[in-house]
Protein backbone atom coordinates (compact mmCIF):
# COMPACT_ATOMS: atom_id res chain seq x y z
CA UNK A 1 0.00 0.00 0.00
CA UNK A 2 1.05 3.60 -0.28
CA UNK A 3 0.66 6.35 2.13
CA UNK A 4 -0.12 9.43 1.61
CA UNK A 5 1.54 12.67 3.80
CA UNK A 6 -0.01 15.72 3.65
CA UNK A 7 2.32 19.03 4.72
CA UNK A 8 0.79 22.06 5.80
CA UNK A 9 1.66 25.13 3.08
CA UNK A 10 4.20 26.18 5.17
CA UNK A 11 7.98 26.73 4.21
CA UNK A 12 9.54 23.73 6.61
CA UNK A 13 13.08 25.43 5.94
CA UNK A 14 12.59 28.84 7.90
CA UNK A 15 11.54 29.51 11.11
CA UNK A 16 8.24 31.02 11.88
CA UNK A 17 7.92 34.26 13.73
CA UNK A 18 7.74 34.12 17.44
CA UNK A 19 4.27 34.67 19.22
CA UNK A 20 3.51 38.34 20.17
CA UNK A 21 3.83 37.73 23.78
CA UNK A 22 7.56 36.55 23.95
CA UNK A 23 8.41 39.88 22.07
CA UNK A 24 9.54 42.90 24.68
CA UNK A 25 8.31 43.87 27.36
CA UNK A 26 6.21 41.05 27.46
CA UNK A 27 8.73 38.02 27.05
CA UNK A 28 10.70 39.81 30.58
CA UNK A 29 6.66 39.95 32.40
CA UNK A 30 6.14 35.99 31.20
CA UNK A 31 10.10 35.78 32.87
CA UNK A 32 9.27 37.17 35.77
CA UNK A 33 5.59 34.95 35.97
CA UNK A 34 8.07 31.98 35.76
CA UNK A 35 10.17 33.80 38.52
CA UNK A 36 7.55 34.01 40.93
CA UNK A 37 6.24 30.42 40.31
CA UNK A 38 9.15 28.88 40.70
CA UNK A 39 9.23 30.45 44.33
CA UNK A 40 5.93 29.69 45.05
CA UNK A 41 6.38 26.22 43.76
CA UNK A 42 9.40 25.17 46.12
CA UNK A 43 8.46 27.03 48.90
CA UNK A 44 4.64 25.99 48.97
CA UNK A 45 5.45 22.12 48.45
CA UNK A 46 9.03 22.72 50.66
CA UNK A 47 6.58 23.70 53.82
CA UNK A 48 4.79 20.48 53.10
CA UNK A 49 7.21 18.41 53.11
CA UNK A 50 8.22 19.46 56.06
CA UNK A 51 4.38 19.67 58.28
CA UNK A 52 4.42 15.85 57.25
CA UNK A 53 8.03 14.85 57.91
CA UNK A 54 7.83 17.19 61.49
CA UNK A 55 4.38 15.83 62.90
CA UNK A 56 4.19 12.30 63.01
CA UNK A 57 0.12 12.02 63.19
CA UNK A 58 0.35 13.59 59.36
CA UNK A 59 1.86 10.91 58.02
CA UNK A 60 -1.27 8.88 56.98
CA UNK A 61 -1.38 6.69 53.97
CA UNK A 62 -3.09 9.27 52.05
CA UNK A 63 -0.49 12.37 53.09
CA UNK A 64 2.24 10.15 51.83
CA UNK A 65 1.01 10.04 48.96
CA UNK A 66 0.52 13.77 48.73
CA UNK A 67 3.98 13.83 49.84
CA UNK A 68 4.90 12.56 46.98
CA UNK A 69 3.51 14.93 45.08
CA UNK A 70 4.52 17.88 46.69
CA UNK A 71 8.03 16.21 45.96
CA UNK A 72 7.49 16.42 42.18
CA UNK A 73 6.13 19.66 41.86
CA UNK A 74 9.27 21.18 44.10
CA UNK A 75 11.24 19.31 42.22
CA UNK A 76 9.61 20.85 38.96
CA UNK A 77 9.99 23.94 40.26
CA UNK A 78 13.19 23.38 41.19
CA UNK A 79 14.93 21.55 38.00
CA UNK A 80 12.37 22.04 35.12
CA UNK A 81 10.61 25.80 35.33
CA UNK A 82 14.25 27.74 34.84
CA UNK A 83 14.95 26.31 31.76
CA UNK A 84 11.17 27.91 30.68
CA UNK A 85 11.83 30.82 32.60
CA UNK A 86 15.20 31.61 30.63
CA UNK A 87 13.90 30.61 27.30
CA UNK A 88 10.85 33.12 28.01
CA UNK A 89 13.36 36.02 29.19
CA UNK A 90 15.24 35.41 25.75
CA UNK A 91 12.17 35.68 23.56
CA UNK A 92 11.37 31.69 23.21
CA UNK A 93 14.77 31.41 21.68
CA UNK A 94 16.79 28.46 23.22
CA UNK A 95 20.05 29.63 24.11
CA UNK A 96 20.95 26.92 26.74
CA UNK A 97 22.32 24.54 24.16
CA UNK A 98 21.68 20.68 23.08
CA UNK A 99 21.98 18.87 26.60
CA UNK A 100 20.14 21.38 28.25
CA UNK A 101 17.64 20.85 25.68
CA UNK A 102 17.55 16.68 26.56
CA UNK A 103 18.41 17.34 30.20
CA UNK A 104 15.29 19.79 30.19
CA UNK A 105 13.07 16.54 28.18
CA UNK A 106 14.67 14.58 30.48
CA UNK A 107 12.79 16.15 33.83
CA UNK A 108 9.38 17.19 32.15
CA UNK A 109 8.49 13.41 31.25
CA UNK A 110 9.95 12.34 34.38
CA UNK A 111 8.22 14.29 36.52
CA UNK A 112 4.87 14.22 34.24
CA UNK A 113 4.73 10.68 34.19
CA UNK A 114 6.00 10.36 37.85
CA UNK A 115 2.61 13.02 38.79
CA UNK A 116 0.34 11.29 36.85
CA UNK A 117 1.08 7.18 38.43
CA UNK A 118 1.11 9.51 41.83
CA UNK A 119 -2.74 10.73 41.06
CA UNK A 120 -3.37 6.78 40.02
CA UNK A 121 -1.87 5.29 42.80
CA UNK A 122 -4.06 8.04 44.88
CA UNK A 123 -7.49 7.28 43.33
CA UNK A 124 -6.80 3.19 43.77
CA UNK A 125 -5.61 3.73 47.26
CA UNK A 126 -9.20 5.73 47.82
CA UNK A 127 -11.08 3.68 46.34
CA UNK A 128 -10.02 0.34 47.82
CA UNK A 129 -10.60 2.42 51.45
CA UNK A 130 -13.94 3.34 50.56
CA UNK A 131 -15.21 -0.20 49.30
CA UNK A 132 -13.44 -1.85 52.48
CA UNK A 133 -14.16 0.51 55.27
CA UNK A 134 -13.29 -1.52 58.10
CA UNK A 135 -10.63 -3.13 56.37
CA UNK A 136 -6.71 -2.06 56.00
CA UNK A 137 -6.10 -3.42 52.62
CA UNK A 138 -3.33 -1.23 51.93
CA UNK A 139 -0.97 -0.69 53.91
CA UNK A 140 1.76 1.80 54.60
CA UNK A 141 4.43 -0.60 53.25
CA UNK A 142 1.72 -1.05 49.85
CA UNK A 143 1.75 2.88 50.11
CA UNK A 144 5.89 3.14 49.77
CA UNK A 145 6.11 0.18 47.08
CA UNK A 146 3.62 2.53 45.07
CA UNK A 147 5.77 5.56 45.63
CA UNK A 148 8.98 3.85 44.17
CA UNK A 149 6.38 2.48 41.63
CA UNK A 150 5.78 6.11 40.43
CA UNK A 151 9.44 6.78 40.26
CA UNK A 152 10.38 3.76 38.70
CA UNK A 153 7.62 4.31 35.78
CA UNK A 154 8.35 7.84 35.07
CA UNK A 155 12.45 7.32 34.80
CA UNK A 156 11.90 4.15 32.62
CA UNK A 157 9.21 6.52 30.42
CA UNK A 158 11.74 9.39 30.50
CA UNK A 159 15.00 7.52 29.89
CA UNK A 160 13.04 5.91 26.66
CA UNK A 161 12.16 9.51 25.53
CA UNK A 162 16.05 9.89 25.87
CA UNK A 163 17.55 7.06 24.73
CA UNK A 164 15.67 7.25 20.91
CA UNK A 165 12.04 6.82 21.23
CA UNK A 166 11.11 10.19 19.84
CA UNK A 167 13.27 12.99 18.92
CA UNK A 168 13.50 15.92 21.82
CA UNK A 169 13.44 19.46 20.32
CA UNK A 170 12.93 23.26 21.27
CA UNK A 171 10.20 24.77 19.08
CA UNK A 172 10.89 28.04 18.73
CA UNK A 173 8.36 30.77 20.39
CA UNK A 174 7.89 28.14 22.87
CA UNK A 175 9.51 28.00 26.55
CA UNK A 176 9.26 23.92 26.90
CA UNK A 177 10.51 21.44 24.74
CA UNK A 178 8.65 19.39 22.61
CA UNK A 179 8.16 15.66 21.57
CA UNK A 180 8.66 14.61 18.23
CA UNK A 181 9.59 13.11 14.79
CA UNK A 182 13.36 14.07 13.31
CA UNK A 183 13.02 15.63 10.54
CA UNK A 184 9.67 17.24 10.66
CA UNK A 185 9.92 20.74 13.09
CA UNK A 186 6.83 22.52 12.07
CA UNK A 187 3.49 21.71 11.21
CA UNK A 188 1.96 17.94 11.78
CA UNK A 189 1.97 15.14 9.19
CA UNK A 190 -0.71 12.70 8.48
CA UNK A 191 -0.64 9.19 7.31
CA UNK A 192 -3.52 7.65 5.14
CA UNK A 193 -4.74 4.59 2.87
CA UNK A 194 -3.91 6.23 -0.57
CA UNK A 195 -7.24 6.65 -2.77
CA UNK A 196 -6.93 5.45 -6.29
CA UNK A 197 -4.72 6.88 -8.29
CA UNK A 198 -7.34 8.59 -10.60
CA UNK A 199 -8.48 10.09 -7.44
CA UNK A 200 -4.92 11.62 -6.98
CA UNK A 201 -4.25 12.65 -10.67
CA UNK A 202 -7.47 14.56 -10.47
CA UNK A 203 -6.81 16.28 -7.29
CA UNK A 204 -2.95 17.24 -7.83
CA UNK A 205 -4.14 20.08 -10.29
CA UNK A 206 -6.09 21.76 -7.69
CA UNK A 207 -3.95 21.63 -4.68
CA UNK A 208 0.14 21.02 -4.27
CA UNK A 209 -0.63 19.81 -0.28
CA UNK A 210 -0.76 16.26 -1.54
CA UNK A 211 2.41 13.85 -2.38
CA UNK A 212 2.63 10.43 -2.59
CA UNK A 213 5.75 8.41 -1.20
CA UNK A 214 6.55 4.63 -2.23
Same mark, same amino acid.
Given at each position: MEALLRYPPVNMTTTPAPPEYMHP? #??? $????? #?????? #?? =? /?? *?????? $????????????????? *?? /????LLTGALAMPFSMVTAIHGGNWKLGDTACQINGFFVALFIASSIHTLMYLSIH?? =? /? $?? *???????? +??????? =?IAT??????????????? +????????? +?? =?????????YGYFRVEMAKPDRFLERNDRKSSKFMIVR
Amino acid at each position: MEALLRYPPVNMTTTPAPPEYMHPP #FNY $ILGAI #FAFLII #FS =V /SG *NLLVLL $IIARFRRMRTRTNLLLA *NM /SAIDLLTGALAMPFSMVTAIHGGNWKLGDTACQINGFFVALFIASSIHTLMYLSIHKY =V /S $IR *NVFKHSIT +TKHIILM =VIATWIWGLLFATGLVAGW +TTIEHKHGA +TQ =VRYGMAGIRYGYFRVEMAKPDRFLERNDRKSSKFMIVR
